[in-house]
Nanobody
């Protein structure tokens, strides 16, 4: 019912920047919190950043001061600007959104397919 499509991943040298985008589409009544998670090989998926509908943000300590999350509610899109990238930022990055498909439906969590970010040293 709700699809999330990420874009913007790729290969970058340490110290470089990338901007990820995630667009939600489908039968959407409203979207609450949106966020980015990442999973490195052999590791569990971890929270990177979240943003509430009203714009309140939260970041993992490891990315504070380097990453910025933002959203465009009119476009149902969330962004992640990643600066000063480090090799340890290498992971598959997943978009997450809490979406409601109708006025009487509960909010459900939806996930994108993931986009690879590789930071070379």
């Amino acid at each position: 019912q709700v699809q999330l499509v990420e874009s913007g991943g790729g290969l970058v040298q340490a110290g470089g920047s990338l901007r990820l985008s995630c667009a939600a589409s489908g039968s959407i009544f409203s979207i609450n919190a949106m966020g980015w998670y990442r999973q490195a090989p052999g590791s569990q998926r971890e929270l990177v950043a979240t943003i509430a509908r009203v714009g309140t943000t939260m970041y993992a300590d490891s990315v504070k001061g380097r990453f910025t999350i933002s959203r465009d509610n009119a476009k149902n899109t969330v962004y992640l600007q990643m600066n000063s990238l480090k090799p340890e930022d290498t992971a598959v990055y997943y978009c997450n959104a809490g979406a409601v498909v109708s006025r009487f439906s509960p909010s459900r969590a939806y996930w994108g397919q993931g986009t690879q970010v590789t930071v070379s040293s």
